[in-house]
């Protein structure tokens, strides 16, 4: 399955959802605790109400004339203790004949008593009487009904009290200041939602883009274009894999350029002994016995060449492939000393402990001893010497003609040899090369340098490790000497 067709748009949507989805959970939920909060307030107010409701019919109770009292006085009692509790009622006798009602109450409430009985509180007086009150509705336009509010031409005092006894000023005072923060609350939470919502989705997608830009280099990558490299611009995670790709994509490029001119040289040179080898062995009939044997030594020489080549070979593409190193504690002098011994050159130095891998170095010292026997005439010199705490070189030195200035560093790529030095000592020109790259495996480093009185001097400078080294595991393969 693609991942540019798929993967990336999914990754935008399930992030962008993802957002979305957690925003409008915690809008809900806040939205259902305000609920339940504001309906437990309006509980308790309405209970307080019930409670005022009662206080009032017991006021009424022992304030309006009693039943026996003709119904005008009843009736004009009524309205007063309306007007004055700013409070819309009715009064009925016992038989359930309306004996007096507000103005208000009457206009609200109408001559259905099914819809009284919604809209209004019924309480029964100790003589039988039924007192209605009106229930208030909430809102700012019920707090002061008409025929509630101060009035000079009624009787009474010419002000109520400042909001009423029960009418709308009581049950505001108790809910519709939650009811106005949870609107605002609410309003919040939507403008919340909708601005995250439209702000998160540029954000993700302009992350996710750049991830679609980076699958884009991958894939342009793998298809065959090693030169390739994406925007690794930024300060953030995704610029930090475009990075890391781009590091990878470069020395994968630097591999296959390796590999393909290892590959293009190694072939090169594989041809002249085998042509050697085929014409030999074309000679071997009707050769001489004595033709015979130096036919068959040239052929041995041509097979040791091809066997040194090919190891060459191997050995440098096993240190391009950065395989982890079998690190132990080596002797340094010691190995330098048994090494010259097989060219018969001098070695001495400062005895010290170095932490590499003991074959990869043997291979070293062996390459630049016996390039310094090959070009350098018989007067080979090698010494080890401590630089610093955490250093150490060695150098190996002659006195053959010296190599160029102009070359100094050509003679550490493969396959590169000095002009006429092939046709006079032979060599395929991987020797110095695989000296550097064993170097570098270690940390270190190697140059060439010219000689005091003539000659060059080829200098390998590792870095000693701090530490105990580890040891190779038991059963492993010992040192490669050969």
């Known amino acids: 399955m693609r991942w540019r067709g798929v993967g990336v748009r999914s990754l935008y949507l399930s992030i962008y959802l993802t957002v979305v989805a957690t925003l409008l959970v915690f809008a809900l939920v806040a939205m259902v605790l305000v609920s339940r909060h504001t309906g437990a307030e309006r509980g308790r107010a309405e209970v307080a109400m019930s409670d005022r409701t009662l206080a009032l019919v017991q006021l009424l109770q022992n304030s309006l004339p009693p039943g026996t009292a003709p119904a005008m006085a009843q009736r004009e009692a009524l309205l007063d203790w309306s007007h004055r509790l700013r409070v819309p009622m009715a009064l009925d006798a016992p038989d359930g004949a309306r004996i007096g009602v507000s103005p208000f109450y009457d206009r609200k409430v109408g001559p259905d008593r099914a819809e009284e009985t919604q809209a209004a509180s019924r309480a029964v007086l100790a003589d039988g009487r039924v007192l209605w ?9 019920d707090d002061h009904p008409p025929d509630a509010r101060p009035n000079r031409d009624r009787r009474g005092p010419p002000n109520g009290p400042p909001d009423g006894l029960l009418w709308g000023g009581q049950l505001r005072r108790l809910t519709s200041g939650w009811m106005d923060e949870a609107s605002v609350l609410l ?4 403008g919340l939602f909708a601005a995250v919502t439209l702000g998160a989705y540029p954000v993700v997608r302009r992350l996710t883009r750049r991830l679609e830009a980076l699958e884009r280099g991958v894939e342009q990558f793998g298809a065959g274009d090693l030169g390739h490299r994406v925007d690794a611009a930024g300060q953030d995670e995704v610029a ?11 020395r994968i490029e630097d591999l296959v350029r390796a590999n393909r001119a290892l590959l293009a040289n190694a072939s090169h040179e594989l041809r002249s002994p085998l042509a050697r080898l085929k014409m030999a062995l074309a000679m071997m009939e009707g050769a001489s016995a004595e033709q015979r044997e130096a036919l068959r030594h040239e ?16 050995l440098a593409s096993r240190l391009d492939a950065q395989g982890d190193l079998r690190v132990e504690s080596v002797d340094l002098l010691g190995l330098l000393a048994e090494e010259a011994a097989r060219v018969c050159a001098a070695a001495d130095g400062e005895p010290v402990l170095v932490h590499a891998e003991e074959r990869l170095l043997r291979r070293a010292l062996r390459n630049l001893l016996e390039n310094a026997r090959r070009y350098g005439g018989d007067e080979v010199e090698a010494q080890v010497r401590v630089i610093g705490a955490d250093e150490v070189e060695v150098q190996v030195c002659d006195r053959g003609p010296g190599v160029p200035e102009a070359f100094r560093e050509q003679v550490f790529e493969p ?8 046709e006079r000592a032979g060599g395929v020109g991987l ?3 695989l000296v550097r790259q ?19 001097c080829f200098a390998i400078k590792l870095p000693r490790g701090t530490g105990p080294a580890p040891v190779a595991p038991a059963g ?3 040192p490669h000497s050969g």
């Open 299 to 314: 052929i041995d020489c041509d097979i040791r060449e091809l066997d040194g080549l090919v190891e060459e070979v191997l």
């Open 240 to 250: 930090a894999v475009a990075v890391s790709f781009n590091r990878a994509a470069q």
């Open 415 to 422: 396959f590169f040899r000095l002009p006429g030095h092939a």
């Open 187 to 190: 309003l919040l939470l939507g």
């Open 133 to 141: 009150v009106l229930r208030p509705r909430g809102g700012h336009g």
């Open 431 to 433: 020797g110095l090369s």
């Open 476 to 478: 492993a393969p010992g």
């Open 438 to 456: 064993i170097a570098q495996r270690h940390g270190g480093s190697v140059r060439c340098i010219a000689r005091e009185g003539g000659g060059s």
